[in-house]
């Protein structure tokens, strides 16, 4: 099989850009069911090769890896299960929610509570994986950051929009830095998805957020005549008490 038979040309194009360079964060945002996860999922196991080598390399015999997802729940059913039916792992998790996979020990973790920063605090990882981080708490994302220090760790992650405040789009997505990169998914990315579905969800999405969220992947804020005229900096109070 080619790669033009097994991915979409988007993700040719994330995969095309991940192989060849390096980065920090590799950011895929869009609409709903436009093949984000799929392409990070199979981008997490090449990176835990990179992980492993580059470890191995440096003498470090278990490195350690980040997988996040908003609660171990949706990590399974976004991420192990869809490994295990693609390419039949199976994750043999201990009593930690670790498991170890090609050498590579990944310590899984939710991201969406902010207890959920107690999983990971301290330790030193070798890269990331954040699914839907459009559900993720910015403090618990702002430390698997900081935890991603050993040599050469970078970050995957997948999201769908959100309002354009949002901190993921406003720090990271519109931050001009070169190791930071993105790519726009739209519904018609997904050359896998047949064409009645695609115009059947076209054509009874409303139009306005929701078409613009979920068929054409934008940060949009929900429209409202009454908060037409709402500046952030103007209107916006910090501190009530
Ligand atoms: N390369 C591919 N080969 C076969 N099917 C694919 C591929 N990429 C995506 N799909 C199909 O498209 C569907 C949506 O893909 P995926 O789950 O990656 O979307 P998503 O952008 O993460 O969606 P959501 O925002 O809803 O999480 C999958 O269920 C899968 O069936
Ligand atoms: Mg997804």
Redesign the pocket.
């Known amino acids: 099989m080619t790669l033009s038979e097994?991915?979409?040309p988007k993700?040719q194009e994330v995969l095309r850009y991940a192989f060849n360079h390096d980065y920090f964060m590799l950011i895929?945002h869009?609409?709903?069911?436009?093949?984000?996860?799929?392409?990070d999922?199979d981008l997490f196991l090449y990176e835990l090769k990179c992980v492993k080598r580059i470890a191995t390399n440096e003498g470090v015999e278990n490195p350690q890896y980040i997988l996040a997802g908003a609660n171990l729940g949706n990590l399974a059913k976004?991420v192990l299960i869809?490994l295990t039916n693609k390419y039949g792992i199976n994750f043999h998790m201990d009593k930690y929610n670790r498991f170890k996979l090609f050498g590579v020990l990944v310590v899984c973790t939710g991201h969406s509570k902010i207890n959920d920063l107690s999983r990971i605090r301290g330790m030193t990882a070798y890269g990331a994986y954040i699914n839907?981080d459009s559900l993720a708490n910015e403090e618990v994302f702002n430390e698997i950051k900081s935890r991603c220090s050993a040599n050469g760790a970078r970050i995957l992650i997948?999201t769908?929009p959100d309002q354009p405040e949002r901190w993921l789009k406003r720090d990271y997505i519109d931050n001009p830095d070169k190791s930071i990169v993105d790519f726009h998914?739209v519904l018609d990315d997904?050359t896998?998805?047949n064409k009645r579905y695609r115009e059947n969800i076209k054509a009874t999405t409303p139009s306005g957020m929701f078409y613009d969220r979920d068929i054409n992947g934008l940060w949009c804020a929900a429209e409202g005549v009454v908060y037409k005229d709402f500046n952030k900096d103007i209107h916006y109070i910090s501190n009530l008490s």
């Open positions: 097994l991915y979409t993700q895929n869009g609409a709903k069911r436009t093949g984000k996860t799929v392409i999922n976004n869809e839907e997948d769908s998914f997904n896998f998805l």
